[in-house]
Structures are given as structure tokens and as C-alpha cells.
């Protein structure tokens, strides 16, 4: 079995003397789709600020492409090929969507995305590149906020809650391009309340609770029983 | 009339000195919502560091500057990088009490130095160098210098801001620091950048206001108080803001010394808490709350 692109092993995460995490591990493998699901609380965003180095973590926690990255801070994690989508978007208000993209992409990382990719992708945004990234829709802003990661041409891409405040089917739409993401090499796990939609997605699943993995498995042999058991803790 | 015209002409021409003193401050605050009271000592160290520059290679105070500017720049990179960065966080105090702190110690440190006699920069026959522009109106090439200088710093940093990628940056960190960071911008390092163009236009004004009048190594709270009087003026986040705000401080200074030497800084003060209680934004806001 090939190595994997991203192990975590027995992660823990503290905010202050609260643990969210306690000894979780999870592996992604190259042109995967792992789905990461779980109630409020459970620790998913958790999880993937510390993949993203937001939160830093013990230096063998995290390994990528087989090596470690647990204790680097989040500008060298993205310098590696790790990006974050991160959760309610967060575009930045002063820069025009043009500029978000931009600043997405001023490492210089080598790889297939540009802003011509990007705008190709979602031809929504073409025609609005120099508009204030605070006056586009939802949707809209969270194409920019995908974008924006794609630019840093991530070999991994940590989605949180993509579906967070969007009509269905912009939800619907917004999926419906991750595969042309996957194709041009990059792994994702997304992040997802909404699991129907995140298992459809993604070859593996994971759900979490209270911080630990409750389940795990590949996401079109879970019994929708139980992940409602691993969700719910009942 | 003349006389008045004349008049406002000078303010105008100081008031590009107190925006650039504006300009250093209205960037890190804009940038990393830093607060420094130490502004006004570092003005007032590049005009030593000029002094010893001059005295050592026998040069122009102007031509000085090519040394002062670079040697404030690096100060504020270390500054930001090894101290100052400690201090950001959600809290404001922090680094208004650290940069108070500096501001003592710079204050006494050139007190030991350089004793507390008065000095000032000499730059020769420039100083007294004036043309007429109209019947009566006289204007000095050395203020007309620092305005042209003043404009250009401002125009410099407007473009530096908004047209390339470190202005960007600088922006992206401004609006949101950890997210910044997870795009792959190292926030410490782009805040030292920014404190080290901001003392190295520190070291402009510096050097040009201590060729202008004397220094001593107590009125660096005098020229701070200037700065932020322009930069409040102007409204937060503009630096065009900025100029007006220096130049409607000049102004104000110099109509008030005309009615009566004594007024010149009151006038400037009651200016600003006037502008301050009509328009508490500024004149031209853009950072918002």
C-alpha cells in the first residue's frame, strides 16, 4: 500500500484546559475525497485547524507527503501544499475578488491553478473580478473563498462547511465541481453538517464525537443507522 | 490680502511635515492596529542619527537621509520583529504601554547621550533660499523641499498600498490576521515590514523638521502629538486624509501665530477637537468603528 499524503496519529487538541481532541488519527490518501462529518461540537473544525497549523500540535501528529508537520506555524503549512477553505469563508473585505485570489497564490507554488483556472471553474466570477469581495453573494463568495486556497496549488484542501448558510442548490453546485478539483491531483476532506451531501461526495468518511472518531469507513458502506448511532452517541 | 495669502502658503508648506509625521503612524495603525507613542522619540532620534551623520562625514543633512532612512527602516524591522510583535493581540494596551515604555528610554538614552542642549541640522544656503511666487508672496525652496517630499511619501505609500502585492498584504493581514496567516502570509514578518517603511518615513521627517527648527531630546512627544492630531483629522485609513489633515493643522498653526505668537499651537489644538466634535470620523474615513 502506497503511503498515505496525510496521517494524523493519535492527535490531541486543547483550547485552554478543554480537550477537543483526544488521540484521533485518520489517513488521506493521493485523488481522495475524505468526508468528515459530526454534530456541533464534535471537533471537525478542530481537526482541520490542525492540519492547517492554526492550532499548532505535537511535531509527529501530522505527517505530509511522510513528514512531520505538526509544530509548523499555518504560513508554512500552505508552503507545503496544505490550503484551507475556511469556515463562514472569510474573504478578506478591503481586497476585491480579483485581489483574494491573488493573495491566494502569493507564495508562487508551483501548479496547474491560475487565475484564468480559477475564473474557468467558476465562470460566476469572471465578470466580477474587481468587485469589493464584501459585496458578492454567498455563493459567490464562497467560490472566491475556494478559489483563493486553489491559487497556493495545495496537494490537500481542507474544506470547512461549504454548505454554511447557502441555498441547496448553490450547494448542489459548489459539489459539483470538487471532482474537477480532485482531477487535477489534489485530495480533499470536507467538513460537513450537512452529511447527506458530504457522503455522496467523498470514498471515505469519518464521523466524530466528543472529540474522538466514532466511525470510520468507506462512505458508501455505512449504514445510514450507523452513522445516526455514531453521530448521536446513542 | 496678500499678507494672509502668504500666510496660509506657509501653513500649507508645514503641513506637509506634520503629514508625513501622520503618514508613519496612520500605516501601523492601519496595518496591525499598533498605537505608537514612541513615534514622536523616533522622529526626533533620526534627527540625531542625521547629526552624527553630518558631523562625521561632513555631508548635507538632505544627503544624510540616504543613511538615516535605511538605518530607521532596519531599527523598526528589529523593533516590530524582536519586540513589538509580542505585544499585538486582541488587546490595544499592551503595545500602547510598550511603545511608552520606549518612548522613556529613547527620551533619557539621547538625554545621556547628546546632553540637553538644543540642536539643529545645518543645511546651508538652501535654508534661507526663497523665490516669489506673486506680488508678495514669498516662498522658501527648503519648505517647498519638504512638501514636495511630504506629497511624494504620501503618493508612495498610496500605490505601495494599493497596487502591488505587499500593499495587499498588508491589507490582508489589516482585515484579518489568522486568516492572513492560512494564506500562506507570515504575519510577523509583514508587520516588521510595515514598521520599517513607517520609521523610514519617520527618518524623512525627521531629518527635514530638524533643519527647520531645533530639537532636544524631549520634544519627541510634541512632534507626536502633531501626528496623531493630522491623522485624526484626516480620518483613519486614508492617507490622502492624512495630507489635509497635516495641512489644515499648518494652516490653523499659522493663522493662529499671526493674530498672536502665543496662539500658533492652540490654534492647531482647537482645529482638531473642533473637527473632532463635528466630524468624530474624520474628514475622510475609511477604516470603520
Given at each position: 500500500m502506497p503511503e498515505p499524503l496525510l496521517e494524523v496519529r493519535a492527535l490531541d487538541a486543547h483550547y485552554g484546559d478543554f480537550?477537543?481532541?483526544?488521540?484521533l488519527s485518520l489517513a488521506v490518501s493521493a485523488g481522495e475525497i475524505v468526508a468528515v462529518v459530526g454534530a456541533n461540537g464534535a471537533g471537525k473544525s478542530t481537526l482541520l485547524k490542525c492540519i492547517a497549523g492554526a492550532i499548532k500540535s505535537r511535531r509527529d501528529a501530522i505527517a505530509f507527503c511522510g513528514e512531520?508537520?505538526?509544530?509548523?506555524?499555518a504560513h508554512e503549512v500552505v508552503g507545503r501544499g496544505i490550503a484551507l477553505v475556511p469556515e463562514g469563508r472569510?474573504?478578506?473585505?478591503?481586497?476585491?475578488l480579483e485581489e483574494n485570489l491573488l493573495i491566494g497564490g502569493?507564495?508562487?507554488?508551483?501548479?496547474?491553478?491560475?487565475l484564468e483556472r480559477i475564473y474557468e471553474l467558476f465562470p460566476a466570477l469572471a465578470e466580477r473580478?474587481?468587485?469589493?469581495?464584501?459585496?458578492?453573494?454567498g455563493g459567490q463568495q464562497q467560490m472566491v473563498a475556494i478559489g483563493r486556497a486553489l491559487m497556493s496549488n495545495p496537494r490537500l484542501l481542507l474544506c470547512d462547511?461549504?454548505?454554511?448558510?447557502?441555498?441547496p442548490i448553490v450547494v448542489r453546485d459548489l459539489y459539483a465541481r470538487l471532482p474537477s478539483i480532485v482531477r487535477e491531483g489534489t485530495s480533499l476532506i470536507i467538513v460537513e453538517q450537512d452529511i447527506v451531501q458530504a457522503l455522496k461526495a467523498a470514498q471515505e468518511a469519518l464521523c466524530l464525537q466528543e472529540g474522538r472518531v466514532a466511525l470510520a469507513g468507506q462512505s458508501a458502506t455505512l449504514s445510514h443507522d450507523a452513522i445516526a448511532a455514531a453521530y448521536f452517541g446513542t | 490680502m496678500t499678507g494672509w495669502g502668504n500666510i496660509v502658503i506657509q501653513g500649507v508648506l508645514i503641513g506637509g511635515l506634520y503629514a508625513m509625521f501622520a503618514a508613519g503612524l496612520a500605516l501601523i495603525f492601519g496595518v496591525m492596529r499598533l498605537v505608537n507613542i514612541a513615534h514622536g522619540d523616533l522622529i526626533v532620534l533620526a534627527a540625531y542619527l542625521a547629526l552624527i551623520a553630518t558631523d562625521a562625514l561632513a555631508i548635507n543633512p538632505l544627503a544624510a537621509i540616504a543613511f538615516v532612512a535605511p538605518a530607521m527602516a532596519a531599527l523598526g524591522y528589529g523593533l516590530q520583529r524582536g519586540l513589538l510583535n509580542r505585544t499585538l493581540?486582541?488587546?490595544?494596551?499592551p503595545p500602547l504601554l510598550v511603545t511608552f515604555g520606549l518612548s522613556v528610554i529613547l527620551q533619557n538614552g539621547l538625554l545621556e547621550l547628546f546632553t540637553a542642549d538644543s540642536r539643529r541640522l545645518n543645511a546651508g544656503a538652501i535654508e534661507i533660499a526663497s523665490f516669489q511666487l506673486a506680488e508678495g508672496v514669498w516662498i522658501g525652496v527648503l519648505p517647498l523641499i519638504q512638501f514636495v517630499a511630504a506629497i511624494a511619501v504620501i503618493g508612495g505609500l498610496q500605490i505601495l498600498f494599493y497596487r502591488t502585492a505587499l500593499g495587499r498584504a498588508f491589507r490582508a493581514a489589516s482585515d484579518d490576521p489568522s486568516v492572513a496567516q492560512l494564506v500562506g502570509i507570515d504575519n510577523r514578518h509583514v508587520f516588521a515590514l510595515a514598521m520599517a517603511i513607517s520609521l523610514a518615513v519617520v527618518a524623512v521627517a525627521g531629518v527635514l523638521i530638524a533643519i527647520r527648527t531645533n530639537f532636544d531630546p524631549a520634544i519627541g512627544p510634541a512632534r507626536l502629538i502633531f501626528g496623531f492630531e493630522a491623522v485624526i483629522i484626516g480620518g483613519l485609513g486614508s492617507m490622502w486624509g492624512t495630507l489635509a489633515g497635516g495641512i489644515i493643522l499648518g494652516v490653523s498653526q499659522a493663522i493662529g501665530a499671526q493674530i498672536n505668537p502665543g496662539w500658533q499651537i492652540l490654534a492647531g489644538h482647537l482645529a482638531f477637537l473642533f473637527i473632532l466634535a463635528v466630524w468624530p470620523q474624520g474628514l475622510f474615513p475609511k477604516i470603520q468603528g
Open positions: 480537550q477537543a481532541l483526544f488521540g512531520p508537520i505538526g509544530d509548523l506555524a472569510r474573504l478578506f473585505p478591503s481586497l476585491s502569493q507564495l508562487g507554488r508551483p501548479g496547474p491553478w491560475t473580478r474587481h468587485v469589493p469581495s464584501s459585496a458578492l453573494s462547511e461549504l454548505s454554511l448558510g447557502l441555498a | 493581540g486582541d488587546d490595544l494596551l
